[in-house]
């Protein structure tokens, strides 16, 4: 098995109580700042991310490979499936995880859609393939849960028309 896979895997120490995603970039600056400011996606957070599942670990290594084109650093989030169970508590309309737990948002003109900032606690760090090596993220708490937050971002959701998948955050 490749080394560069091992370490990687080693980095990401996927378990059970955690949902995992990857994110490729080009730039560790980048990276960096998405450990310290937070993941911005547009949309859903699976439109730029991929969902690692739990019992197969070769999926990272099919993943890292069919995102390779996107950069050389994978940033790497992790949220514990008890804030997910937290957050479906509260959340009694369908509002996707991502956008529940985002700390701001924003209109994107470029994509004509709402982004997001997952908060910075969600990114455990990067991996470098370069170096082969990760970086860990200080601010890294995956059972982080802000539910006042998430109940202001349903409301902003349920603002109009019932509620359905309504992106109207103004």
């Known amino acids: 098995m490749d080394k560069n896979y091992i370490e990687l895997v080693n980095f990401i120490d996927h378990t059970s109580r955690l949902k995992t995603y990857l994110h490729n970039t080009y730039s560790e600056e980048v990276a960096e700042k998405i450990m310290s400011e937070g993941f911005n996606f547009c949309g859903d957070l699976h439109k730029t991310s991929d969902e690692i599942g739990f019992n197969n670990i070769d999926n990272i290594g099919w993943w890292n490979t069919q995102r390779r084109s996107y950069g050389d650093f994978t940033v790497v989030l992790q949220i514990e499936k008890d ?37 910075p606690q969600y990114v455990k760090g990067y991996f470098d393939r370069k170096k082969n090596e990760g970086k860990l993220n200080s601010l890294f708490d995956p059972s982080f849960f802000d539910e006042d937050l998430a109940k202001e971002n349903i409301k902003k959701w349920n603002k109009k028309d019932g509620g359905i998948r309504t992106h109207d955050f103004r």
């Open 83 to 119: 804030v997910l169970s937290k957050a479906n508590e509260i959340n009694k309309i369908y509002m996707p995880h991502g956008q529940l737990l985002s700390k701001d948002r924003f209109w994107n003109e470029n994509e004509a859609d709402w982004s997001f900032v997952l908060h």
